[in-house]
C-alpha cells in the first residue's frame, strides 16, 4: 500500500463525515411528513397553553385586597389610587408561567420610597399590605426583573395617594 493512496481514503473519509445529512435526507417521505405533522402539533399544543395559562392566571385568594396582575405586557391595573394613611392590601399575581425565558414568569411590585419590593413566582399570587403615606403623592412602582426591567414603560405602574 503506498503512502498516495493512504491519504486518499483518510481524505475520501473526512469528506464523507463532514457532509451534511439532516433528517430529510434520511427518513422515506411518508416518515417526514409524520415527523413534520407532530413538531407542527407539539409547537401548537406549546403555544395554546402558553397563551390559556396567560389569560387564566393564579385564582386570587383574598377577596379584601387590590388584585394586581403582573405579565410581559404590563400591570393590570398599571394605576392605583388610594386614600392618605390608609391601610392598602394587595394581591399581586404573575399571569406568565416559567417557560418565559426572560424572568422565568417572576415579576415585582417594587417603590423605593415606600420600602416596598415585593416578588412573585410564576403563576402564583402573593398578598402584601403597607401602609399609604400620610401626604397626598404620586409614586411609581415597577419590576425590575424581566423586559428589560425597570426602564421598560410596561413594566411600570403609578400609585396615586389621594388626601
Ligand atoms: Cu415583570
Redesign the pocket.
Known amino acids: 500500500m503506498s503512502r498516495r493512496s493512504q491519504t486518499g481514503r483518510i481524505q475520501r473519509h473526512t469528506a464523507s463525515y463532514l457532509e451534511p445529512r439532516s433528517l430529510a435526507t434520511v427518513l422515506p417521505r411518508p416518515l417526514r411528513l409524520v415527523t413534520f405533522a407532530a413538531l407542527a402539533l407539539l409547537v401548537a399544543g406549546l403555544a395554546i397553553t402558553l397563551v390559556v395559562s396567560r389569560l387564566v392566571g393564579p385564582a386570587s385568594t383574598d377577596a379584601t385586597a387590590v388584585a394586581v396582575h403582573?405579565?410581559?405586557g404590563g400591570f393590570d391595573p398599571a394605576a392605583l389610587t388610594v386614600k392618605a394613611g390608609a391601610t392598602v392590601k394587595i394581591e399581586l399575581s404573575?399571569m406568565?408561567s416559567s417557560a418565559h425565558t426572560d424572568?422565568g414568569g417572576?415579576?415585582?411590585f417594587a417603590i423605593d420610597d415606600l420600602g416596598i419590593n415585593q416578588k412573585v413566582g410564576p403563576l402564583t399570587s402573593e398578598v402584601f399590605q403597607f401602609t399609604a403615606p400620610a401626604t397626598a403623592g404620586t409614586y411609581r412602582w415597577y419590576?425590575?426583573?424581566?423586559?428589560g426591567g425597570k426602564e421598560n414603560p410596561s413594566?411600570r405602574g403609578t400609585l396615586t395617594v389621594a388626601a
Not at 143 to 147: A, E, G, L, P, R
Open positions: 403582573a405579565s410581559m404573575s406568565d424572568g417572576w415579576h415585582q419590576c425590575d426583573i424581566c423586559c413594566m
